[in-house]
């Protein structure tokens, strides 16, 4: 599922392509694709974690970090 205003959540598939063959980087918890948004071609970085191999402590930093990165405010940065 995506993250859009509070009370919308889509299917991640029907906004956007991931090429899993264009790593733009890993890290402990996942690793970052390169992507594309279905709807205007708009090129992203999207990053893919791997929930099920997480503890609980783990679990919370990664909803930590996405609480983070929705109240950072910059330019370059798209919000859906």
Do not use: W
């Not at 609980?56 to 330019?75: C, G, M, S, T, V």
Request: glycine share 10%.
């Amino acid at each position: 599922m995506v993250r859009g205003t509070e009370n919308d959540t889509k299917d991640f598939a029907d906004l956007y392509d991931m090429n899993e063959k264009e790593i733009l980087g890993m890290g402990r918890f996942g690793m970052v694709f390169g992507g594309t948004m279905r709807r205007n071609g708009v090129r992203v970085a999207i990053k893919k974690i791997q929930m099920t191999q997480c503890s609980q402590k783990d679990r919370e930093n990664i909803e930590q970090e996405a609480a983070y990165l929705f109240q950072l405010n910059h330019p370059g940065f798209l919000f859906i």
